[in-house]
Nanobody, 114 residues
Framework: QVQLVESGGDSVPAGGSLRLSCAAS????????AGWYRQRPGKKRELVAS???????NYFDSVKGRFTVSRDDAKNTLYLQMNSLKPEDTAVYHC????????WGRGTQVTVSS
């Protein structure tokens, strides 16, 4: 059974950093589109960063220069390094593999205090 398990969410002050991880089982991240989405309070889920199977990363405008998406194919794990965090980054962050109709993790909470 395909599983995506996120970890790394925490509560940090503005300006802090976090690294989120998404460990995948069964499905290979290296061969699929993979991305991080977030759902902020009262907002629709939005794409934060993505890595197409063989392409370059893409980022939501508001996180460019602050967030970096990467993957470790040997560990079949997707990462999101988040620096210079802002209160508006507070959200539940979800890992996705295979696009909107693919597989989703349950999410990890990131809270940034001002």
């Amino acid at each position: 059974q395909v599983q995506l398990v996120e970890s790394g969410g925490d509560s940090v002050p503005a300006g802090g950093s976090l690294r989120l991880s998404c460990a995948a089982s069964v499905i290979l991240i290296s061969r699929n589109y993979a991305g991080w989405y977030r759902q902020r309070p009262g907002k629709k889920r939005e794409l934060v960063a993505s890595v197409p199977g063989g392409g370059s990363p893409n980022y939501f405008d508001s996180v460019k220069g602050r967030f970096t998406v990467s993957r470790d194919d040997a560990k079949n794990t997707l990462y999101l390094q988040m620096n210079s965090l802002k209160p508006e980054d507070t959200a539940v962050y979800h890992c996705n593999v295979g696009g909107p109709f693919g597989k989703w993790g349950r999410g990890t909470q990131v809270t940034v205090s001002s």
